[in-house]
């Protein structure tokens, strides 16, 4: 899963994000995948 984050986020806000990201990945994979990337914020 990748999140692109229409803001700049504090490390703590970009460790949450991945978390969640995380969590998604493995619902939507069924448990298989709990791959996640957040990008930087668009400029």
């Not at 490390?11 to 995948?33: C, I, K, M, P, W």
């Amino acid at each position: 899963m990748a999140v692109t984050p229409l803001g700049r986020l504090s490390r703590a806000d970009r460790d949450a994000v991945a978390e969640e990201g995380r969590e998604l990945a493995s619902f939507l994979s069924d448990g298989q995948s709990h791959r996640v990337r957040v990008a930087e914020a668009p400029r």
